[in-house]
């Protein structure tokens, strides 16, 4: 019998073979990996030896091996190049895997080894350094978080919640892509397009010929706004595009209504059952906040500032479209062109401008790695001998101050129909000094491909996204801590986001700004009275940005707090449920609908953000506050990247998350500079 290709640990930082592992292979690693760590789990539960840190937790964290490494590598590829075959495996064996984690979460025998080695710590018989302490302590509040103390019929009850949860979760993902695949704009008259940059009709161009049509497809992406709206003169136009995006999920093979609600409620009885209020009180018990008190607080205290400055935009644009449109009034599919076109107006620059100047390449390797350079010491070496998850990876290893190769970085920038949208960052091995490993991690986003020969021209919210997810990369690329589950980006929700908003602050670095935006033909650095303007016009369009951001957190933690009884009981009652929730905050602003809304809101609907979408917030009063201290200190400094790596971003979870924030900074975070910077105070 062959061994599983996914087990196979024989190429440089053990990257799993993608090349040699069909989907068959990735359902039999899932399998398997389940089946030897529970036998692994299963000889530290009948250990009769007293527990020791090495027999219960160092052995903990070795179990799993196999299991680990298909679930990083599959849901790596499930996201990024996702096939029927991979589709259906996902749905297979999400509701197996749930039963796994309960497995193990629900048994007795583990739970009662971590109670019995925390009571030989307690008096004393044996001492745990920082590290084991930490995780000994996570390991135990998970057990009573989860479930471990419910009577037998109720963690019956709980199982078979889970996994139906899981499975629900999974079918969101299938139907939610084809459904954004589905919503394309489809346009025959070349005249409808005006506004649209060569590269944006190449792009739709070759949409419509992969789905055997004539003429242009405006693809949708993952969120309410459209970023083609900013461009497309043709009122009309722009109309359908935005109907088509908020109606996705609504109608057709496609309509996600029905798994939303059965979603909603089972969460909502998952956590009574555990001794929660609400499906939010049992997320934010996990995170930085604690309580859902501390989350609404936040919340109610940015909302209503962002809807007046937002209502404020609004009466500037209805000024520009009346000057097109007599008598008209400005609709949700106005706004993004005529804040383009006021904000070109008022600052003399606009995207369209800058593009030329934002080539991917300079901004990958003189801004995001020269950044990273610049603070960390770390270097960036091509990798052309090793492949990634699909052919248009690009793989580069990391290399430390002393020259000393520490991990692998792998890069994903374009779009295709079977990748999720928007940008993440995964892991596909985490660094670990228990088991000797060094770190790999991916970067993905959704570029517009460009035509052979030519370069990839990104927008001024592209670059922004790139140093965002490459900042979740450092996090995990950084990495120094001894156990793989507390690695890297393996935080709280609420913290997780952190270190990425913070990276953001190195694209608007006015230094490392003429080192990578330069022109793609020329060479030529962008003129300094173009920086000096972007730079001025960095929150322009605040009231925009917060009211929709702030609108899709305050959604997501209606849904979830909501008590049961008062829960959408059919799919027909989703949308005025929508518009009650958002009514009830005062921030039901017809102009500027949430940028996720119900029906294809992804983070919370997929499982990994429910009732945690509020967290990018939380996390930027930590970076608002991070950057204020880089600010104070003579921002990009070897000093300052060496402090804020040693104490933090090294660190992963291997202590509690605020405490390494403390190391970091001195104290805790104000909450100013983050309502300073929205223009809140």
């Given at each position: ?45 009948t250990d009769?030896?007293p ?5 219960v ?13 298909a ?10 190049d ?6 259906a ?22 739970y ?5 080695l ?64 589905e ?29 055997g ?14 970023p ?9 136009v ?12 609504l109608?057709g ?65 209805q ?30 620059l606009d995207?369209e401008?800058l ?36 052919d ?18 792998i890069l ?7 990748k999720?949208?928007?940008?993440w ?13 060094l ?39 950084l ?6 589950s507390?690695?890297g ?14 990276n953001?602050?190195?694209?608007w ?11 793609h ?19 322009a369009?605040e ?12 959604l ?15 799919p027909?009652e ?10 009830s905050w ?24 429910a ?23 003579g ?17 992963g979870?291997?202590?509690d998350?605020?405490?390494?924030y403390?190391?970091?900074r ?7 500079h ?8």
């Amino acid at each position: 019998m062959n061994p599983n290709p996914v087990a196979s640990t024989a190429l440089p930082y053990a990257l799993q073979d993608f090349a040699h592992i069909t989907a068959d292979d990735w359902r039999a690693a899932l399998s398997d990996g389940m089946a030897e760590q529970l036998a692994e789990l299963d000889a530290i539960a009948t250990d009769t030896t007293p527990p020791t840190a090495e027999n219960v937790l160092d052995a903990w964290e070795r179990s799993g091996q196999l299991l680990d490494r298909a679930t990083m590598g599959f849901w790596t590829l499930k996201e990024a190049d996702t096939t029927a075959a991979l589709d259906a495996i996902e749905e297979e064996m999400s509701p197996k895997l749930a039963a796994h984690n309960d497995a193990i979460m629900l048994d007795r025998r583990l739970y009662d080894r971590l109670v019995s080695l925390d009571a030989r710590v307690t008096v004393g018989e044996i001492s745990l350094d920082e590290q084991a302490a930490w995780l000994l302590s996570e390991k135990l509040r998970d057990y009573r978080r989860l479930g471990v103390n419910l009577p037998e019929a109720e963690q019956t009850t709980l199982r078979e919640l889970n996994e139906r949860i899981a499975t629900l979760e999974a079918k969101w993902n299938t139907v939610v892509v084809a459904g954004r695949n589905e919503a394309a704009l489809h346009i025959e008259d070349a005249s409808l397009l005006a506004g649209l940059a060569p590269e944006d009709l190449r792009a739709a161009s070759e949409a419509a010929t992969r789905r055997g049509l004539t003429g242009w497809v405006l693809d949708v992406v993952n969120t309410t706004g459209q970023p083609l709206l900013g461009k497309l003169a043709n009122r009309d136009v722009r109309r359908c595009l935005h109907q088509a995006s908020v109606g996705r999920g609504l109608t057709g093979d496609h309509d996600t209504r029905p798994l939303i609600v059965e979603l909603a409620r089972l969460r909502s009885q998952r956590a009574t059952l555990l001794g929660f209020a609400h499906h939010a009180e049992f997320v934010a018990s996990d995170g930085c906040a604690k309580t859902t008190e501390a989350v609404n607080a936040i919340l109610h205290r940015v909302a209503r500032p962002a809807i007046e400055n937002a209502r404020r935009e609004a009466s500037v644009l209805q000024e520009a479209l009346s000057q097109d449109h007599p008598g008209e009034s400005l609709e949700p599919w106005d706004w993004q062109f005529y804040a383009e076109r006021v904000r070109a107006a008022t600052f003399s620059l606009d995207d369209e401008v800058l593009r030329p100047y934002l080539s991917f390449e300079h901004v990958l390797v003189d801004g995001v790695f020269a950044a990273a350079t610049g603070l960390y010491g770390i270097t960036f070496v091509p990798c052309d001998h090793l492949c990634g998850y699909t052919d248009e990876c690009r793989v580069y290893e990391v290399h430390d101050t002393d020259g000393r190769a520490m991990a692998l970085i792998i890069l994903d920038p374009y779009a295709r129909p079977t990748k999720q949208g928007g940008a993440w960052m995964t892991s596909l091995v985490d660094q670990s000094q228990l088991l000797g490993q060094l770190p790999v991690v991916t970067n993905n986003c959704n570029l517009v491909r460009p035509a052979p020969g030519k370069p990839t021209l990104m927008s001024w919210d592209n670059v922004i996204t790139l140093f965002h997810e490459f900042g979740h990369d450092l996090h995990g690329l950084l990495s120094q801590v001894r156990y793989p589950s507390r690695s890297g980006t393996a935080t709280p929700r609420d913290f997780v986001e952190y270190p990425s908003q913070v990276n953001e602050m190195w694209a608007w670095d006015p230094t490392l700004l003429r080192s990578y935006a330069r022109h793609h033909e020329t060479g030529e650095p962008v003129p300094q009275e173009w920086i000096d303007t972007l730079l001025a016009a960095r929150h322009a369009g605040e009231g925009y940005a917060a009211t929709e951001t702030f609108g899709s957190m305050i959604l997501d933690q209606v849904w979830h707090q909501t008590p049961f009884d008062e829960l959408p009981s059919s799919p027909d009652e989703i949308e005025d449920f929508e518009k009650r929730a958002l009514a009830s905050w005062q921030i039901d602003f017809p102009l500027v609908p949430p940028r996720y809304r119900t029906a294809y809101f992804s983070h919370i609907w997929s499982g990994s953000y429910a009732a945690g979408y509020y967290s990018y917030l939380w996390s930027e009063v930590m970076d608002a506050d991070t950057v204020a201290w880089f600010t104070e200190n003579g921002r990009m400094t070897r000093a300052n990247g060496d402090h804020f790596r040693r104490t933090l971003l090294s660190r992963g979870s291997s202590i509690d998350v605020m405490t390494s924030y403390r190391l970091f900074r001195g104290a805790d975070p104000d909450v100013r500079h983050v309502l300073e910077r929205r223009g809140l105070v």
